[in-house]
Each structure stands twice: as structure tokens, then as C-alpha cells.
């Protein structure tokens, strides 16, 4: 069983006995991977900071792909899925990673996606509701975005057009960084309203997935 924490460990533990142990730690593997370019906000300066999800692919038995959201301090000169915020302190990040021999290759780190977290200009740490849960389910990668707080009833109710207050459907399979799939029946593909990765939206701040046994999401 594979748990984790926000300050960016992911833990193995054998639910027979209790015991575990730390089996990835994603903040020091995320700058090893980019000779410090790029770190995870993992300092608690928001409720939201840090590593928030882990899932693992479909047929990780045999590829060893894992995935992970979390938080990384504001990369200026990144790419970015939306706009490259002036004033963003944080960015919500994607990324794949890959197993071998039992322990995760710090330098497999790919981004599939990033974007850049509003903040309000009167306290640059108080970004609200990044990305939270993601899940796999038959090939596709689910992806809970949260409102960064501005997909809210000051905007009429939503502006659609962004990544904000969405969850997201994407075939994650790629070879280099941002490179990614977008399933042809995803609801809003060609639709110039709104993003191809859009699934479903009008979210506040989505935090959990759960597939049923017959594939129903909830």
C-alpha cells in the first residue's frame, strides 16, 4: 500500500504488519532531476502546498510509470498549459515518473503539464486550490483542478476558457516533457469555448476521484 504526505515522501507499507517505509521522496528527486532549477513548495506556507496526489499507470507492472501533482515554486520560463502569471507564486505541476528495480529514477522526471497558480496581491503565499487528486482508469489519467479562486461567482460563475475549477482527461503516454494525449471523446475537443483536456467542470475545489467497479466515476 503506497501513502503519502505533503511534505513530499511517498511511503510503502505492508498493511499485514504495519511496517513502511519512505520509498520516494519527490522533493529531493524534483531537484536532482533538475540541478535545482525547479523545487516543490513543500514549506506550509498554504494548506494546499506540497505533493498532493500519487497514482500509478495501468500497467505498471510492466512500464513502471507513476504520476504526481503537486506544488513547485513559480518557474518563470516554464511552459505552461494557460497563462504565465507575472504575480504567480506557485505552479501546479504533473509529472511522470519511472520505476526501476524497485526504486523510482529521480531523473525520469517528465512534466506532462504545469500552470501557474493566482495569487492576490496583497499576500503572495495565499494561492487557493491547485491541482489535488489524480487517478488512472483504462489508459486515461484523471486530473482534479481546483478554482485557484478565480473561478468563482465574481466571474459570473465561471469563465470556461481557462484550466480552473475542471477536472481533466488525458492519455499521458509521451516521450518528452509536455508531451501528452488528448482522448478524441473527451467532451470539448474542437470546441473553442473551452480546453481539449476539459472532462467535466463547474468544480469549486475538487479533491477526490473513485472509479466503481463498473467504471462509474464519482
Not at 31 to 44: E, F, P, R, W, Y
Not at 95 to 115: C, G, K, P, T
Request: hydrophobic share 35%.
Amino acid at each position: 500500500y503506497a501513502c503519502m504526505e505533503s511534505l513530499g515522501i511517498v511511503r510503502r507499507v505492508n498493511p499485514a504488519t504495519g511496517d513502511y517505509e519512505n520509498w520516494f521522496d519527490v522533493y529531493e528527486a524534483i531537484i536532482n532531476a533538475t540541478n535545482g532549477t525547479h523545487q516543490m513548495d513543500n514549506l506550509g506556507t498554504s494548506p494546499h502546498s506540497g505533493l498532493r496526489s500519487v497514482a500509478f499507470h495501468d500497467d505498471f507492472e510492466n512500464n513502471g510509470l507513476i504520476y504526481t501533482s503537486h506544488l513547485e515554486l513559480h518557474a518563470p520560463n516554464a511552459t505552461f498549459l494557460g497563462d504565465n502569471l507575472d504575480d504567480a507564486y506557485a505552479d501546479s505541476v504533473v509529472a511522470e515518473w519511472r520505476v526501476v528495480d524497485d526504486a523510482v529514477d529521480s531523473m525520469s522526471y517528465r512534466q506532462l503539464f504545469r500552470i501557474a497558480m493566482p495569487s492576490y496581491p496583497d499576500d503572495d503565499v495565499n494561492y487557493e486550490n491547485p491541482i489535488k487528486q489524480i487517478a488512472m482508469h483504462e489508459g486515461h489519467l484523471y486530473v482534479c483542478m481546483g478554482d485557484g479562486a478565480v473561478e468563482d461567482v465574481d466571474n459570473n460563475g465561471g469563465r470556461g476558457n481557462d484550466y480552473f475549477g475542471k477536472i481533466f482527461r488525458i492519455a499521458p503516454d509521451g516521450v518528452g516533457q509536455f508531451d501528452y494525449g488528448v482522448p478524441d471523446d473527451n467532451p470539448f475537443v474542437n470546441d473553442d469555448s473551452y480546453p481539449d483536456e476539459v472532462y467535466a467542470l463547474g468544480f469549486r475545489n475538487p479533491h477526490t476521484l473513485a472509479f466503481s467497479a463498473a467504471g462509474d466515476l464519482y
